[in-house]
């Protein structure tokens, strides 16, 4: 992705349920305030069936980011009623988004059990566990389907490697089970050494999930980038947001086909205070830097995450959350205020 | 399980691998001080394959623990070689071993960055993901079936209900994915509510897997009893023991057909410090703890388990894993002389 200078960019905004609406609307005053030469084109994702899609996603707001190529999105939840596939997977599907990113540090001034907190968990966002294919083969005997392929697996192994070497990173780790699911596993390990081939300068390592789970509880600072399939990362990924203190804080970003940067806020839509600007628009924030950086709007991007470590270190107008009493717009102000 | 006072109980043991047969030796001195009426069956485990039972494994090791119903193991390695089955699989499956029980406390005077974990464990056994079904599709596309039957799932519900009751502990948390594997994920669900219903006094709860590892490294005190399929058991069980201090320090049993008790060490055989009287015994020690109680040698199982904790929390006798210069013989020494 390349931006001539002084060009504005367009993209997409899907502010999401519950809580999503206030802060998104925290970012755009951020942004505004930090001069981003961005214009939203923001899509109502709602509650809505549109018959094209049959899903609660309408098709101008799949076409709004694959025009655009770069997007922010907050929660979503899922539908409900039988047999509807969550927002979040649908999207990921149609969007073919294949790698979620998620970068994990330790907040200076917002204290946790872990100070030493400096990964990049990468996960395969298609396949595995999450095929989706499952039946009953006789009465109390049901079965799921794990699919894992070569094609989706050097993908993520690939955008792994290429992610810790643009980004200064040493080390990759791709997370298994391969001594118990060794056609699997195996296959995703296979892909990673091939890929892991062609970077000679990043080191290359296999973890066992359950030996990185314990690893990652007792001395993080032992991982730099991870890479898995896509329901280890589903849980590594919320593991290690809890180290630094939870989904409130945590950035993500979703790297699709074609080049898309969809940035998420991974975060639940919170109904009970939504509406009531007690929001904590923290991880929406940082996973909207996360988007400029991607545009290489590199400037806007550092100014924007140091005045949100700041605001957050100097603990005055911290959320609920965070154990503090600001409102999201005492939050907000105080970003803005220091950029 | 019942024991007449006086009477001397057969109990079945493997030493096991590298370090196996020193933390085994630690074991039978405990109980040799404190006087526990166990004559143990020792059986070789190791690299010579019985043409019976195919596996490293010999008959009589495994007729030695069905008839004695009650065994104590030590680390084993994965023999060498491509299709062989570790064998700890090959045990849980001969001998049923339909429920893995692992007891994670913080240890007083041990540090760790958690001094509030006080949960247990209960891990689905013998299916789910570790089927053992795996095939290539076409080229680039493999599978791995994960199976979820209705019997072994109320069989680990019913034990695990059955242990919180038994135990005085007061909730049942069922972990899952049932968001994403409806059917498979789902059946399981579906047994632990029938079982709840029988347990009026156990709360019960279900956490998806993502939030649980979340929540645990946050707040693990919010956790009680945890009964989860196979695969999320082996990652959570070694999250829980990472935040206590890793599987050196942790216990665990497995619960097998026809009331079968076979204590384990589940870490490794540490080859590197095989044979050095390096080896911390303490995990062998605690899970021979475990043993005492299912036998209900409740005096002894006190008295070991106190001067176990008493050494640990003294601190002048740790073993190299735990920053320490004692040898295996050093600390056995120190729990024999608490005793
Ligand atoms: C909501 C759920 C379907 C989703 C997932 O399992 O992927 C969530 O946990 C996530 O990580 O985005
Ligand atoms: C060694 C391996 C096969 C085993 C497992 O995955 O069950 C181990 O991790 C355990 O937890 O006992």
Redesign the pocket.
């Known amino acids: 992705f390349s931006t001539t200078s002084g060009e504005t960019v367009c993209a997409t905004l899907f502010p999401g349920d519950g809580i999503g609406p206030e802060i998104a609307e925290s970012v755009k005053q951020v942004f505004n305030v930090a001069g981003v030469p961005i214009e939203w084109e923001e899509h109502y994702v709602g509650t809505e069936v549109d018959p094209r899609t049959e899903s609660f996603l309408t098709w101008e707001s799949l076409e709004s980011v694959r025009r655009n190529k770069v997007g922010l999105k907050g929660p979503m939840a899922t539908p409900i009623g039988k047999g509807h596939r969550s927002l979040n997977l649908t999207l990921r599907k149609e969007l073919g988004l294949y790698a979620n990113v998620r970068p994990c540090n330790s907040l200076p001034g917002y204290k946790t059990r872990y100070d030493d907190v400096n990964l990049v968990t990468i996960r395969e966002n298609t396949e595995g566990e999450y095929s989706g294919l499952e039946h009953q083969v006789v009465r109390g005997v049901v079965e799921s389907l794990k699919i894992i392929t070569r094609q989706a697996s050097l993908r993520v192994a690939e955008y792994a490697f290429h992610y810790a070497k643009t980004n200064g990173r040493e080390r990759v780790s791709a997370i298994h089970?391969a001594?118990?699911m060794r056609k699997t596993d195996g296959l995703f390990l296979k892909c990673c050494r091939e890929v892991a081939e062609k970077y000679p300068e990043i080191a290359y390592e296999e973890v066992?999930i359950?030996n990185c789970c314990m690893t990652l509880v007792k001395n993080p600072s032992l991982f730099d980038v991870l890479v898995m399939p896509n329901l280890y990362g589903d849980i590594i990924s919320d593991l290690c947001a809890g180290l630094i203190g939870g989904l409130g804080l945590t950035p993500s970003c979703n790297i699709g086909e074609g080049g898309i940067c969809l940035a998420e806020a991974v975060h639940g839509s919170a109904p009970d205070i939504a509406g009531k600007n007690l929001a904590n628009p923290t991880a929406l924030l940082l996973s909207a830097v996360m988007m400029l950086r991607h545009l290489q709007f590199n400037n806007q991007a550092d100014r924007i995450h140091n005045a949100i470590l700041q605001t957050i270190s100097e603990g005055k107008f911290r959320t609920a959350d965070l154990g503090g009493k600001a409102s999201t717009s005492d939050f907000t102000k105080a970003v803005c205020d220091h950029i």
Chains 1, 2 share one sequence.
Do not use: M, T, Y
């Open positions: 089970k001594n118990i066992i359950d």
